[in-house]
């Protein structure tokens, strides 16, 4: 059962789920930036402490508390998804069988969800982790850049880390929010169609002056429902305007919905 929307409807379409996306992301980031904000604030208690790097039992405490700056918003982003892909689907009239019901609550699938968040916050805590001990050993650089023979105390040193971590806070905790957003919306859309007994749902990317060329590469490809748009670990090349090609590697899971990458707002629809 094809169906078509035309670019006016999928740009709506789209702007309704991005904004509802948005809203949650923005809550998910209060909280990431309380969460990331900890684990710098520890780290610099550390670094005062010489008890720099950071042990490994703090990652596990680390991820915890990023899944908790998620969670709450990932599970509502599911939930949305699922219910704008049911209006969309009553609105093309192709709703199939008892499927025409909204779930009470998105828990009662929630496990993939759930399961997504907590991995992702272990890379998370990695990620900063690492990048903490990159701040630290620049931050060191720096205080002996010149042959300086001035000693740096441990006050001074750590509030060069923490300035210096505070660049990175804000956009890390921005880019964790809206994307993890976008993959449970996502998400709970397919929960929705699969449900429906829809086939088929095609890649569609929002295009203006924001969007990649890897996001416009995959605009309107087309996929079984449960298929997958781009396989783990390859690599996407994609040839710009200049005839340059351009390079994006794949994470280690398969793309079976967006986001492609990082701030990625594009969606699925039915085919
Ligand atoms: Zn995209």
């Given amino acids: 059962m094809p169906r078509e929307f035309t670019e006016e409807q999928s740009e709506l379409?789209?702007?309704?789920?991005?904004s509802t996306n948005a809203s949650l992301s923005y809550q998910s980031n209060r909280k990431l930036l309380i969460a990331i904000g900890l684990m710098v604030n520890e780290s610099a208690g550390r670094i005062i402490g010489g008890m720099y790097p950071v042990p490994m039992d703090y990652l596990a405490r680390w991820s915890l508390q990023l899944y908790q700056g998620q969670i709450t918003e990932g599970r509502q982003a599911a939930q949305a998804g699922y219910e704008s892909a049911l209006s969309l689907l009553r609105g093309t009239g192709d709703i199939v069988g008892d499927s025409n019901q909204i779930m009470p609550s998105y828990s009662l699938y929630r496990d993939e969800v759930d399961t997504y968040f907590k991995d992702n916050s272990e890379l998370q805590a990695n990620t900063i982790k690492r990048k903490m001990e990159a701040i630290n050993k620049k931050v060191m650089a720096d205080a002996t850049a010149g042959g300086s023979?001035?000693?740096?105390?441990?006050?001074?040193?750590?509030?060069?880390?923490?300035?210096?971590?505070?660049?990175?806070?804000?956009?890390?905790?921005?880019?964790?929010?809206?994307?993890?957003m976008v993959w449970a919306s996502n998400e709970g859309v397919i929960k929705k169609y699969k449900e429906a007994g829809v086939q088929r749902m095609r890649w569609y990317t929002v295009m203006d002056e924001r969007t990649c060329i890897f996001c416009m590469a995959q605009h309107g490809k087309v996929v079984e429902i449960g298929g997958v748009f781009e396989k783990a670990d390859t690599t996407m090349k994609v040839e710009n305007d200049k005839g340059t090609i351009s390079e994006l590697q794949m994470p280690s899971w398969d793309i079976s919905h967006p986001p492609l990458h990082c701030h990625c707002r594009c969606i699925v629809l039915p085919e």
Avoid: D, P
């Fill in 13 to 18: 379409i789209a702007t309704s789920r991005n």
């Fill in 149 to 180: 023979t001035e000693t740096v105390t441990l006050g001074e040193y750590a509030e060069s880390f923490l300035k210096e971590s505070q660049k990175f806070i804000s956009s890390y905790a921005k880019l964790v929010a809206v994307t993890g």
